[in-house]
């Protein structure tokens, strides 16, 4: 974010606010823009140019970050994402020292989960409280064919190790797409709930590194509920889903659950509790933001912790009331989503 921006009508809370009353409470860390799949939609098949080394906030750093967040800012919720989080070293420390905080924030992850079956009961150990898996497809070709690798089986072997070291509920994230998979929604819930998994679809998003996104080919909310309505009775959840992303609905009455985030058909943005850093110490009020406020900066540059608290102050200050996915002036971020965090 170039200059300082205007905060001269900000309210003299602690906490992250902005001009239209939200208050950022959940915090979304990316760890790494480097992953061990290549999806079509997320990346090719060569990857990326991937951030440098120095330029990553190291363990300490990241712990500064958070700690910040949590003891001065208000943030209740403390996500880890990538890229693929479990290719980082030292991620357990990590979320030791988060889960470490006082007050202590919930610890969730949101990985591809190819090293999880290894890696769940220690996660665990060091505080995990949830975790998130992507899976597109039950089918092993497709999957292939989607993902470069032939690793479908981890994946599955992933799932369950996390539903037995007590990560629960496990969810699942999903998304359909027109041509590829949409002809899984079915399927995909059938397994879940024989699982006892907590799926949730997303409509895809324009944050490809090709800025190929085209909304003609996503697959709507509307459309994903039609698809399961084929085979499943489902109803909205009572009671106020406040800044949680999925609409969530009773499935054949309940207890099991689908959510859909249709960030794109029905965008929440109103609601939105979120606030972003990135693996290189950039903060982000947005997911589609096209602007940043360096902290590496401020932490490299000797600044003191209220210094770091004030600075992001601002940039949660100036967030925009929505996305803008619909108006005609919309530029999508020059970050793909890998690099950003999901």
């Known amino acids: 974010m170039r200059g300082n921006p205007d905060t001269s009508e900000r309210p003299g809370s602690p906490l992250l606010v902005d001009r239209f009353g939200r208050v950022a409470t959940d915090l979304r860390v990316s760890l ?4 061990n799949l290549r999806c079509t939609y997320c990346m090719p098949a060569e990857g990326l140019d991937w951030l440098p080394k120095p330029d990553l906030l190291s363990d300490d750093e990241l712990v500064r970050l958070i700690r910040i967040a949590v003891t001065m800012l208000g943030v209740t919720d403390v996500r880890f ?5 479990l290719l980082r070293p030292g991620l357990d420390d990590v979320i ?14 949101t990985t591809n989960g190819l090293t999880l079956a290894k890696r769940a009961a220690g996660l665990v150990a060091a505080g995990l409280d949830r975790v998130n898996v992507s899976l ?5 070709a497709r999957f292939l064919r989607l993902t470069r690798r032939d690793r479908l089986a981890d994946v599955f072997a992933g799932l369950a190790a996390a539903r037995e070291a007590g990560l629960a509920p496990v969810k699942v994230n999903t998304v359909l797409m027109r041509g590829v998979n949409e002809d899984e929604a079915v399927p995909l819930l059938r397994h879940c709930l024989a699982h006892g998994y907590q799926l949730r679809f997303i409509e895809q998003m324009p944050l490809d590194p090709q800025h190929g996104w085209d909304r003609d080919e996503m697959v709507t909310a509307e459309e994903i509920l039609a698809s399961l309505r ?4 489902l109803t909205p959840e009572p009671g106020d889903r406040g800044g949680a992303p999925a609409e969530r609905w009773l499935v054949d009455g309940g207890p099991a659950v689908v959510g859909v985030i249709a960030s794109v058909t029905r965008p929440f943005c109103a609601a939105c509790d979120r606030t972003r850093l990135t693996a ?34 601002g940039n949660a200050w100036v967030k925009a009331a929505g996305h803008g996915i619909d108006s005609a002036g919309f530029s999508q971020p ?9």
Not at 334 to 342: L, N
């Open 81 to 85: 994402t990538g890229g693929e989080p």
């Open 230 to 233: 084929t085979e499943f009775t």
């Open 32 to 35: 790494t823009d480097r992953c």
């Open 334 to 342: 020059d970050r793909p989503m890998s690099a950003i965090g999901g």
């Open 96 to 109: 030791a020292a988060t889960a470490a905080l006082d007050p202590r924030p919930k610890v969730s992850m």
């Open 136 to 140: 597109d497809t039950l089918d092993p």
């Open 280 to 313: 290189d110490g950039q903060v982000r009020n947005c997911l589609f933001s096209r602007s940043e406020t360096d902290l590496r900066a401020l932490l490299r540059g000797g600044a003191s912790d209220e210094d770091v608290a004030g600075v992001w102050r």
